[in-house]
């Protein structure tokens, strides 16, 4: 079957570093996203993974561990606009992508 | 530059009624579509994906249906609405051809049963 997990709340301090995992299970797998959702909102793309290793945009940055079925997105200097729901979501090789429920971040000052 | 638009933004209706929500994509040309619903606290559950005019695939058998009548036009429908068909609906777009890519999302349509 196909299952994606991530936790569904974190809290950080402004000005800090947070890290979001993601895991995944699949049979078919061509690239994993990362998306942020701010509340009422529709869901806006910060970063896509086909190879392992890090992917580095500015205070954003993912990771992915194919064998593992593993990614994470990293958020540094923390802002309180940052304060939203974090996708995780797995493409499954045809038009199919599949989306986690989402990491609700509040980021307190 | 690529722009989608969805409408109603919000909508309220009784159990029963119908429904039918609209969603346009300009500046591409054979776009594949997409529409998604969004439970409260919950993730996107794939309803229906199109790679061309006519072609719907359809991943939750479930008392909606939707169609692809112009390159740039996508539509959700149901004859009668249900409590649970309640949540946020969005609309998609990526790039035709390519099957794994960034999807870009319209504003989304709110839509209460009551």
């Known amino acids: 079957g196909q299952n994606i997990d991530q936790p569904t709340e974190m809290t950080a301090t402004e000005g800090a570093i947070v890290q979001i995992n993601c895991t995944y299970q699949t049979s078919g797998f061509n690239g994993l996203f990362w998306y942020q959702q701010h509340a009422g909102e529709a869901p806006t793309f910060l970063s896509y993974?086909?190879?392992?290793g890090l992917e580095e945009k500015g205070r954003f940055s993912s990771f992915l561990s194919r064998s593992k079925g593993y990614s994470y997105l990293l958020l540094k200097e923390l802002q309180m606009k940052d304060s939203a729901s974090y996708l995780c979501a797995f493409n499954t090789g045809g038009f199919k992508t599949i989306f986690g429920a989402g990491t609700r971040l509040f980021v307190k000052a | 530059s690529q722009t989608i638009h969805q409408w109603p933004a919000t909508l309220v209706q009784p159990v029963g009624s119908p429904l039918s929500l609209e969603c346009t994509v300009e500046g591409t040309s054979n776009p594949n579509l997409y529409w998604y619903r969004q439970a409260a606290g919950r993730g996107l559950q794939l309803l229906f994906y199109?790679?061309?005019?006519?072609?719907i695939s359809s991943e939750v058998p479930q008392n909606l249906s939707a169609s692809r009548p112009q390159d740039r036009q996508f539509i959700l429908s149901s004859k009668k609405l249900l409590l649970s068909d309640s949540g946020f609906y969005l609309c998609?777009?990526?790039?035709?051809?390519?099957?794994?890519?960034?999807?870009?999302f319209g504003p989304g349509t709110r839509l209460t049963v009551t």
């Open positions: 199109s790679v061309g005019i006519g072609q």
């Open positions: 993974n086909v190879l392992d």
């Open positions: 998609a777009w990526t790039p035709g051809q390519l099957s794994s890519y960034e999807q870009y």
